[in-house]
């Protein structure tokens, strides 16, 4: 067991916090306060450095890298910008990422090169007004006609959906088979029939155009379909469970940047004559953010270890997302407790890391999903298989 | 075919460097490419991509500027040399240039030599004018445009108060900084190649550099000491209306002497 | 091995005056030829002048009362010969050269000009000797190991936190490049007669670098940051367009530089080449005027070593008030109309006159 980074890890570290620094750390405060998306010239920069296909294979345009060198550029993205991060780490583990694994041969040469070089941005929309949790409540349906699927039905909260053109969409195709009925299916926005809905405003997050996605009869090849028609549901949750791992490093992200500010501020910030950082209430805090974070990133970097070795990595996902999440949250708000009042302002960043965090503990999974993928397991390990 | 040269130095991010309780300079923290060399590094990739050929990166340094060199292969480079020998600890900028010449006449030789303007530790900017000097290769600065026509580089360049279009046969030095281009970003694809072969290390020995004429001995300019400096704001609130602030103000410009009618 | 015997074969102090592009004489050769006056009366030497230009009789006047220099060794021709017209390393090099070799000074001093620079780094790499770059100051030391009367230069280094102090203690001449207003120009001795020596240029050698075009006069606005003495910059506090050019109204009238911060490029209120910081410029005016910049570090690092920082805006709690000398806070937007009103009362009419269009 190597706890050290390879040389490929360190320099992907340093190369994407450079640009991180230096371009997403200074657009991140306008682009929230005004709600605003990326402009195309940051996309441009995110595409030319490959970061829209890490993981995809060379072949396809990708870099081709490990987990680990993932998630420390997510992580380094999210530091800067938790909007520019989400934007990434969708469009990778959710979209890119699965189908080059999960796609056939012709999937792979009609879409994975141009998502893998950031030409087309994707989504991954699975989630409906009556369907968050409760995947089986999907009421968008998939009716076959000859050789296409005719798609109607209506996705919210998609991330990226106002912006992306490559889009993993799940449909029923047989409600009477329960799980089984659900397939996943590769759309074009282009489409005819397929439309973008509201744009939330929300709390977080701003930069990222979150939208609700129509689909009025909207007509798919059926070999479009990701894997088989009976897969659908099984293949989201393989698919959840490689995005839980972007998005405890995403978490993870905003947590530092929140915990390096606090703990800057805690050795600058003079009260009752000294350094607020040696009043132990503020030191056990801090103390407590480091070890919590510290503890988050070897539970993901344990994940994406098991990910890459192929061994089954979904429990360890799972761990990594709740528990990446839950301290993050936790770490920036005490970082607002630590900044005081000045925490709360808008000229400082720490109430947009506080914003920002929130919803990592609900989306792609929420910690209560999370905690019965992990009791689920632990169940079964300790009866034998038989629970 | 252009076969191109660009020198390159692994130089601290200049906050990281501090001055420790006995006065010695204790480099901490980040190492990085020199910001200049990138601006040279990422002329010398828009010339590749145009002409076709090879980018050879030089370093004269300690044994980890090889990082430095490798990700210069991350941004695009070909191969690295790095000019590495104990003796060279405490060289000035004149022992640097006679070792940055003597290795690129050995691996040249080269059509055009790209230099960042001033490394941001050394802040000389002597180098590109004494290689130039040294190998008695035409120096061209502050240019914004680029043609290779019959083994000849036209550019387009401002020099003192003029803007110039010149012509020089080749081989050509040219000096690149913040304001020639904006440096691309490591691409991850080729970060995950560029440790696939190393960095060619050679030292003093094998350049054929007299150990004399290298490091302290070598160094016509001799550091006496370093201090740190620090700089004490006044951190004065000015009061008052808009009206007043704004008079408060143009007194300090006639107290520094700084209204010019 | 220090070469202890050459010491007395080089004396005086030289410096290279600049006639800038046919125009004046640059500024920082004149505080050089005060602050060598005070070198040589120290040492009992001579303080030698070189200069080049076209119609150069002309200033040679100027040069002559500023330090009282020795003697003045010149290059001239006569317009419309455009020889010595500007700074051409190919002409002046072998020049300077060979008019070192023959008279030896034991010091050399350049303003850190653009052909400065140039000519003293290509001079000593012809002569083998060392050069320190601009330095903030010079000062005539003894030192136990290299002897009396050392030059010792100090120049900033590792970005502006540490000041080096360099000698060159064994190769003659000693050189160093000084940043234009580093030293008081010396008050003008027009009583003072130089000797005055032209001097007589052998044939051009054929140049390596050739126009291929007639060069056309240069001013872009963004270069000038680095020389400027004031600086107006505006950050994404100014608030709006209308306000951002009552920032280049006031730098119009206080012959400032504008300047900017990325996010106020990216409003669309200032060019790209404006930016001052980390993937910017980097400058040390005399004065540094923020407006409506929070001061995030990205920014900060280029433009935290000015003179005396003023920051204006409505917070006053952004970060940027912990590096001013002076804080000013208010709204923008009703200061700024303001202060100009009240500016307009100090600086001459013919401003006002100026073709220079209201903001609407």
Redesign the interface.
Known sequence: MDFQFTPIQKLVQKSVRRFSQEVLAVVAPHLDKEHKTHPKEVIDQLAAQHLYGIQVPEAYEGAGLDSISYCLAIEEISKACAATGLMVTVHNSVVALPISVFGSEDQKKKYLADLASGRKIGAFSITEPNAGSDVSGMQTVAVKDGNEYVINGKKCFVTNGAIAETMIVGATIDRKAGNKGVALFLVEKAFPGVSVGKIERKMGMRANPVSELFFDNVRVPKENVLGKESEGFRLSMKILDMGRIGIAAQALGIGMAAFEAAAKYATERKQFNQPIGKFQAIQFKLAEMKANLESARYLIYKAADLKDHDLPFSEASAMAKYVSAENAMKVCTDAMQIFGGYGYVEELPVERYFRDCKITQIYEGTSEIMQIIIGTAILKEFSGGFI | MVNIAVLVKQV?A??S?K?DKNGM?VREG?L?VNPDDLAALESALRIKEIYGGQITTVSMGPPQAKDAL??AK?MGADKGILISDPKLKGS???VT?KVLAACLKRFGPFDLIFAGVEA???????VP??V???MKI????QFHALKIEHNRL?ANR????????????LPVILTAN??TN?P??????R??H??DASVETIDLQQLGIDENDAGVKG???????????V?K??????EGT??E???Q??E???R?N???? | MPKKDDRPRFKDICVFVEIKDHETVHPGSLELLGKAREIADKLSQRVLAFTFGMDCGQYLDEIQCHGRPDTIFYYSTPGPDKTFKHYNEEIIVPLFKEFLQQHKPAIVLLAATEAGRDLAARIAAELDTGLTADCTDVTIEDHPAYGKNLLVMAKPAFGGNFVASIICPTRYPTMCTVRPGTFRRPSPATDHKAEMVQLTPPPLPKLLVSLLTDPTRYSVPGSKLEEADIIVAGGNGVGSQETFKLLEKLAFMLRAEVAATRVAVFNGWASEDKIIGQTGHIVHPKLYLAFGISGQIQHTTGMNESGIIVAINNDANAPIHEIADYSIITDIKTFLPNLIKELEKFVNLRFRKANFSEPK
Do not use: C
Request: charged share 20%; no cysteine.
């Open positions: 601290p200049s906050q460097v001055m300079l980040d990085i490798l990700e991350a000035d900028t004149w240039t941001i530790d050394g802040n000389t900017a002597h004018y004494q130039s000097q040294a035409p120096l061209i600065t036209i401002i020099k003192g108060h003029e803007s110039q279009q010149t012509q020089t046969a913040k304001q904006r691309r970003y490591y691409d991850l694809q970060i995950k560029a440790f160094s016509p300019t001799q550091v006496l000491k370093i201090s740190q400096i700089r704001r006044e951190n004065k609130r000015l808009d009206k602030m704004g008079n103000l143009i300090l410009l006639t520094n700084l209204l010019k009618t």
